[in-house]
């Protein structure tokens, strides 16, 4: 996932430093290139979130978590990955694939590229699962205190 997202993130700064050359150097415009930069930013930025979830780096704001005891914070960090496993469900997956499909169906293209969107939405669905294979892992891991905060 890690190679992945560098490679996208390749991509994304070619894709622009293109972009301004084009502009300013060949006094041409490719539009093009600025929907790549915004699918290839879609892609980076919901990948990303489920990579950060994977190493447990997402944000939070643990000041009150801090206080309560070592077995609270167990329940409190199961409770957690319970909630991230639903909204990654619910919203990522079963929504996601509400639009992939829906879009697909619809036969809906992009302006400039004229490739499906459902392609371009497919990221969330499968970053949803990801989150939850992930939460499921890190609750088996809290469970037998194998991962602590």
Known sequence: MEFFLIVVFTLLVFDVLFQVFSRYILKASFSWTEELARFSL???????AAYLNAKREHLSMDFLYRK???ETQKKVSIFIEILIFLFALIVMVIGGLNLVYTTLHL???SGTLRI???????????SGLLIMWFSVYHIAKISKNQITD
């Open 42 to 48: 879609i892609w980076m930025s919901i990948l990303g």
């Open 68 to 70: 309560f005891s070592k």
């Open 107 to 109: 036969g809906q293209l």
């Open 116 to 126: 499906p969107l459902g392609y371009v939405y497919v990221i969330l669905p499968f």
